[in-house]
């Protein structure tokens, strides 16, 4: 059977048999315990999930300590092959990772079918090393890799380890789905060398304390409250399509986003409405049907996190310029809420919310809007918008984050030669 074959043959396994699996030495193995995600737009259980035990994450690493030995000697050109056509076959499976990725994530099909799109460009380009990113980079330079998926959200993940097994040999990329206690039983595995975790800062401690005892090489993305400073100069009608999206996609559930929007006062209410207005236009549901931006957030957790900084609404005294109250529905949904001109050390400026409530601050002095933006204990990505992008720039270069842009803000995809 030919490589198309062998493509269409697994996508028709994707759809017709909803059922997952553990993927280790290339093997697809089950266990005695599942668990299953919730698909957070009408909180129904999804497919069951393998619970992995210590005996499976010690047979995957045994697997991949074996696996390296041979996969670190293959030529360059051969691994980044491996990694290129592994992107081509996620391309070709896009509509079932969309739809995957939609119904356990809770993003709209659209939002869905541009995470595939970046994945892919991803595993094509970082061969020519213009991006680095988890999964691709490890390969291509001939490490090995066990992905742990997040609890909530395994599906994707175990379906692409599924589909790596066409590409990399035995042991080179493997799955392992579980519960809480599998991260921990991995950071500490003297068998495993490198942890990369992305999540919430109270894990990321844990996991850098774990990974302390092994003296293990640790990555980690963790919470962002991500400043944007608004110059009175700026096109409010030209950036403002863009500064929703940066604050709102995803229901605002990615790290590096804008939290905190920080309008000079000489433009503030004029921004304000121009926002309010735009923001309302943005239809909400569920992520399979039409036209949808806003879904629900991921998971009851969080879904309960954010209407308790909701409660703050009314026991701070704060003025909503759009939404405010969280109406009932069957999924995790959140109502899209502006809060105009808070008090500074309010939990909606102070806190990272991971849900669609976003804080309009007023700004008159330079030094004080950069003390302000800075005063914050997580320093992920910060922005400045003006259409002088020397003062842009300045201002920029005075922000406290690992990454600081002007006129934009988490710039996920390869850049394009």
């Given amino acids: 059977m030919d490589q198309t074959g062998i493509l269409q043959n697994w996508t028709l396994r994707l759809i017709l048999i909803q059922t997952f699996h553990n993927v280790i030495n290339n093997e697809l193995t089950s266990t005695a315990q599942t668990r299953h995600g919730i698909n957070p737009a009408n909180r129904q259980p999804n497919s069951e999930v393998p619970v992995s035990t210590q005996a499976d994450l010690d047979r995957a690493v045994d697997a991949a300590q074996k696996a390296f030995q041979q996969w670190s000697k293959v030529p360059l050109e051969e691994r980044r092959a491996a990694v290129i056509a592994f992107g081509d076959a996620v391309d070709a499976h896009k509509d079932d990772f969309a739809k995957l990725l939609t119904m356990e994530q809770g993003k709209p099909l659209a939002q869905s079918y541009h995470e595939i799109g970046m994945a892919v460009?991803?595993?094509?380009?970082?061969?020519?090393?213009e991006l680095s990113e988890e999964i691709a980079p490890a390969l291509y330079t001939g490490n090995v890799i066990i992905i742990k998926p997040s609890p909530y959200t395994p599906y994707c993940d175990l379906k692409l380890g599924e589909l790596g097994t066409r590409f990399f040999p035995p042991g080179v990329l493997q799955v392992l789905s579980g519960g809480d206690d599998l991260g921990p039983r991995m950071t500490a595995h003297p068998g495993i060398g490198y942890v990369s975790f992305t999540g919430s800062s109270v894990t990321g401690k844990k996991v850098m304390a774990s990974c302390a005892s092994t003296l293990k090489r640790v990555t980690l993305e963790l919470g962002g409250n991500d400043p944007a400073i608004i110059c009175e100069d700026v096109d409010i009608d030209a950036i403002l399509p863009k500064i929703a999206t940066l604050c709102f996609y995803c229901s605002s559930q990615i790290c590096m986003m804008i939290k905190r929007l920080y309008v000079?006062?000489?433009?503030?209410?004029?921004?304000?409405?121009?926002?309010?207005?735009?923001?309302?236009?943005?239809?909400?549901?569920?992520?399979?049907?039409?036209?949808?931006?806003?879904?629900?957030?991921?998971?009851?957790?969080?879904?309960?996190?954010?209407?308790?900084?909701?409660?703050?609404?009314?026991?701070?005294?704060?003025?909503?310029?759009?939404?405010?109250?969280?109406?009932?529905?069957?999924?995790?949904?959140?109502?899209?809420?502006?809060?105009?001109?808070?008090?500074?050390?309010?939990?909606?400026?102070?806190?990272?919310?991971?849900?669609?409530?976003?804080?309009?601050?007023?700004w008159s002095d330079e030094e004080d809007v950069i003390a302000r933006a800075n005063d914050s204990q997580m320093g992920l990505g910060s922005s400045v918008w003006s259409k002088d992008i020397d003062r842009a720039t300045r201002m920029a270069r005075r922000l406290e984050s690992g990454s600081a842009y002007c006129n934009s803000q988490s710039l996920w995809l390869p850049k394009k030669k």
């Fill in 264 to 362: 000079h006062e000489k433009i503030y209410d004029q921004f304000r409405d121009a926002f309010v207005k735009y923001t309302q236009a943005l239809k909400s549901g569920d992520g399979t049907e039409p036209d949808v931006f806003f879904g629900p957030v991921q998971n009851e957790m969080q879904y309960e996190k954010v209407k308790d900084l909701f409660t703050t609404i009314t026991t701070d005294g704060l003025n909503p310029a759009l939404g405010g109250k969280i109406e009932p529905s069957k999924g995790y949904f959140i109502t899209p809420t502006i809060i105009d001109n808070p008090p500074e050390k309010s939990r909606v400026v102070t806190e990272e919310p991971f849900g669609p409530i976003v804080p309009l601050l007023k």
């Fill in 121 to 129: 460009e991803w595993l094509r380009k970082i061969p020519t090393l």
